[in-house]
Nanobody, 121 residues
């Protein structure tokens, strides 16, 4: 089972970026994005059920980020708009067979490698 995150990069404040997470080996019931800035704890960003019913967002990204999934490509995506310097972090995709959407990283048993997002001011 593999989760492969991609799409990170260096952008300016106010720009947009789209992250993708490709899953291979199995299908999970829920997917999520977490992020970790230097010297900080890994924090929840957004989650979605693979069924497409139900999403969850951190307050800090509500209205700016949109999580979605593409069953045809077996990918989960995070559209990030109006990026701020404080969004700078390594972004990780995560997944789990349980369907309850939760903020806690312990609710996700499979993790991909991170992709770095840097937002300059």
């Amino acid at each position: 089972v593999q989760l492969q995150a991609s799409g990170g990069g260096l952008v300016q404040a106010g720009d947009s970026l789209r992250l993708s997470c490709a899953a291979s080996g199995r299908t999970f019931s829920k997917y999520a994005w977490f992020r970790q800035a230097p010297g900080k704890e890994r924090e929840f960003v957004a989650a979605i059920r693979w069924s497409g019913v139900g999403t969850l967002y951190a307050d800090s990204v509500k209205g700016r980020f949109t999580i979605s999934r593409d069953p045809a490509k077996n990918t989960m995506n995070l559209q990030m708009n109006s990026l701020k310097p404080e969004d700078t972090a390594v972004y990780y995709c995560a997944a789990d067979v349980g369907s309850s959407l939760v903020y806690d990283k312990r609710g996700y048993n499979s993790w991909g490698q991170g992709t770095l997002v840097t937002v300059s001011s």
